[in-house]
């Protein structure tokens, strides 16, 4: 089984900032790495596939990078509804997803 | 618009069966993969099992033997039969749309199943 590791666990910004995300795979995944985000209560939503495609309408503030074992989530300016859990999930073997990192506000 | 409208779930002792379905409205589901992920209470995400369009399916090792995933093309729905429920199978079980390369597009809102006794 792959696993993936998330980090930070929790991510404290201010809104308007910067956000950057990690999360790494035990073994290559290439490009095929998702990120979702998960509001309080809600179901998770496709933010990212393939590493750095955004999901149809996702904002542009969110990009995804990386490949193999390595991969960032980049949230350019914080905006007050992206305070929430991301999580992270390869699709190269049977999913898996990573612990989740929650970005709160500062 | 597309639309996954879930329902089942609930309180079942150790040992019980659970039927989850999942309906959907805006595409149709035996052309697409229908998968069932879950959530154990604070903590992360889990595959649990996917339905192909072929038919076919697969399930978590945690799960082999004891779910079954169906569907019912007339009534545009999948299921998620669930026995021989076990504590550690509390969570919220979510149906999603399996974008054929294992990325979830469309989820539904979610079904909380509590194992206990």
């Known amino acids: 089984e792959i696993v993936l590791t998330q980090s930070p666990a929790t991510l404290s910004v201010s809104p308007g900032e910067r956000g950057t995300l990690s999360c790494r795979a035990s073994?290559?995944?290439?490009?095929?790495l998702a990120w979702y985000q998960q509001r309080p209560g809600q179901a998770p939503r496709l933010l990212i596939y393939g590493a750095s495609k955004r999901a149809t309408g996702i904002p542009a503030r969110f990009s995804g990078s990386g490949y193999g074992t390595d991969f960032t989530l980049t949230i350019s300016s914080l905006q007050s509804e992206d305070f929430a859990v991301y999580h992270c999930q390869q699709y190269d073997d049977n999913p898996t997803f990573g612990g989740g990192t929650k970005v709160e506000i500062k | 618009e597309v639309q996954l409208v879930q329902s089942g779930g609930g309180l079942i002792q150790p040992g019980g069966s659970l039927r989850l379905s999942c309906a959907v409205s805006g595409f149709t589901v035996s052309d697409n993969y229908m998968a069932w992920v879950r959530q154990a209470p604070g903590g992360g995400l889990q595959y649990v099992s996917v339905i192909y369009n072929d038919g076919d399916s697969h399930f978590a090792d945690s799960v082999k033997g004891r779910f079954t995933i169906s569907r019912d093309n007339s009534k545009n729905t999948i299921y998620l039969q669930m026995n021989s429920l076990r504590v550690e199978d509390t969570a919220v079980y979510f149906c999603a749309r399996d974008h054929s390369t294992g990325r979830y597009d469309y989820w539904g809102q979610g079904t909380l199943v509590t194992v206990s006794s």
């Open positions: 073994q290559s995944v290439y490009s095929n």
